[in-house]
């Protein structure tokens, strides 16, 4: 594999800005950057990285901090599977999610609760997931292997919801009657 060249991020915030440290911090993990130690991010080296943390070096010294931005070439260490391991954690969760929206649903079968106000409920929890996983599926820079699982846990999720809503149809009188009791 070809040697990457990364992008290491020192932001520093002042003492008395926790909020501004957390939007920071917050930012970054949405971008995809890992930690490799307390204060130090990396991305992959990226004009669309550079530019994301000259936005957050800005930021951080119009509130008086300061940031400093180097490039780098590690001689050891596979940071390319730290950043699959932190990828892999977070598509981990949302299969978890995935399941308990999969368990939420056959409660709701179970008990009968057929009504429009559980499935647009369950609707706007898939939407939530749907959008989790195209976040993490944009910050996943090195395929990792967790994507198709988290994938195929969302098409299960869609494929409940879309029973689940035939039966809620089929009790308003909207469809003719698939199954409900």
């Given at each position: 594999m070809e040697a990457l060249s990364w992008l290491l991020f020192l932001p520093q915030a002042p003492a008395t800005s926790s909020s501004l440290r957390v939007q920071i911090w917050r930012h970054l993990r949405?971008?995809?950057?890992?930690?490799?130690?307390?204060?130090?991010?990396?991305?992959?080296?990226?004009?669309?990285?550079?530019?994301?943390l000259r936005q957050e070096e800005a930021e951080l010294a119009a509130h008086g901090g300061t940031a400093w931005l180097f490039t780098a070439m590690p001689l050891d260490g596979d940071l390319v599977e730290r950043f699959r391991s932190e990828r892999d954690r977070e598509y981990?969760?949302?299969?978890?999610?995935?399941?308990?929206?999969?368990?939420?649903?056959?409660?709701?079968t179970a008990a009968g609760k057929w009504t429009f106000a559980e499935l647009e409920e369950n609707e706007q929890d898939l939407a939530k997931l749907e959008r989790w996983l195209a976040q993490?599926?944009?910050?996943?820079?090195?395929?990792?292997?967790g994507a198709e699982a988290a994938a195929a846990a969302l098409a299960a999720g869609r494929q409940a919801l879309t029973a689940f809503a035939q039966v809620v149809y089929a009790q308003e009188g909207i469809l003719p009657s698939q199954g409900a009791d």
């Amino acid at each position: 594999m070809e040697a990457l060249s990364w992008l290491l991020f020192l932001p520093q915030a002042p003492a008395t800005s926790s909020s501004l440290r957390v939007q920071i911090w917050r930012h970054l993990r949405a971008a995809g950057a890992i930690t490799l130690q307390n204060g130090v991010w990396v991305l992959p080296a990226s004009d669309a990285h550079v530019q994301f943390l000259r936005q957050e070096e800005a930021e951080l010294a119009a509130h008086g901090g300061t940031a400093w931005l180097f490039t780098a070439m590690p001689l050891d260490g596979d940071l390319v599977e730290r950043f699959r391991s932190e990828r892999d954690r977070e598509y981990v969760e949302v299969v978890e999610r995935c399941q308990g929206l999969r368990d939420e649903l056959a409660r709701e079968t179970a008990a009968g609760k057929w009504t429009f106000a559980e499935l647009e409920e369950n609707e706007q929890d898939l939407a939530k997931l749907e959008r989790w996983l195209a976040q993490i599926r944009a910050r996943d820079f090195f395929a990792a292997s967790g994507a198709e699982a988290a994938a195929a846990a969302l098409a299960a999720g869609r494929q409940a919801l879309t029973a689940f809503a035939q039966v809620v149809y089929a009790q308003e009188g909207i469809l003719p009657s698939q199954g409900a009791d």
